[in-house]
């Protein structure tokens, strides 16, 4: 099985930072990783699918990057909006497996 | 509009059965593999299983795997997730999310996990 190892696990940033949160796949999953955003009582909302690809009606300050093993959700410019936890997920193979999360607090 | 409804949430004591159903609409379901994932009180985001469209294999997470079983009607847009012998631990929010394009080829590999259900609440205690 493929392991997600994503970090930090909780971050405090202020309006305006840059923020990156990184997943690090145990083998290889090309791009079939998709990072998700979730807000206290909401379900998940996909932010990235295919590593780099923007889901429609996301704001560009949001980013994705990496292939392979090693991947990257930035977030440029944080607006009070974006104070969440983020979620990363390989799709490559059966059983597909989430990050452990990071949550994104006000500094 | 794409759509997906699950229901049969509720408490059950430890020990007993559930039977969770996720209603499609708006795409062809029976083109879709589909899974379940489910989150804990406070906690991450675990999947829990899947049912590719076409040939309807299945896939389980360790945790669940010989207590649960998924299964899909195409006839009626409906996928289920059958458990049996629930622990304390299954306690969940359970979700169903629109996963992979049977078949797929480039790009429509990666669209998965766009659409979600609302969520159904399973709660083991006694």
């Known amino acids: 099985d493929i392991q997600m190892t994503q970090s930090p696990s909780a971050m405090s940033a202020s309006i305006g930072d840059r923020v990156t949160i990184t997943c690090r796949a145990s083998?290889?999953?090309?791009?079939?990783l998709a990072w998700f955003q979730q807000k206290p009582g909401k379900g998940p909302k996909r932010l990235i699918y295919?590593?780099?690809g923007l889901q429609s009606g996301v704001p560009s300050r949001f980013s994705g990057s990496g292939s392979g093993t090693d991947f990257t959700l930035t977030i440029t410019s944080l607006q009070p909006e974006d104070f969440a936890t983020y979620y990363c997920l390989q799709h490559d193979s059966y059983p597909y497996t989430f990050g452990q999360g990071t949550k994104l607090e006000i500094k | 509009e794409v759509q997906l409804l699950e229901s049969g949430g509720g408490l059950i004591q430890p020990g007993g059965s559930l039977r969770l159903s996720c209603t499609a609409s708006g795409f062809t379901f029976s083109n879709y593999a589909m899974s379940w994932v489910r989150q804990a009180p406070g906690k991450g985001l675990e999947w829990v299983s899947a049912i590719r469209g076409g040939p309807g294999n299945t896939y389980y997470a360790d945790s669940v795997r010989g207590r649960f079983t998924i299964s899909r009607d195409n006839s009626k847009n409906t996928l289920h997730l059958q458990m049996n012998g629930l622990r304390v631990e299954d306690t969940a929010i359970y979700y169903c999310a629109k996963d992979q394009l049977a078949f797929c080829s480039g790009v429509s590999c990666t669209q998965v996990f766009e659409i979600w259900g609302q969520g159904t609440l399973v709660t083991v205690s006694s």
């Open positions: 083998q290889g999953i090309r791009n079939y």
């Open positions: 295919g590593a780099s």
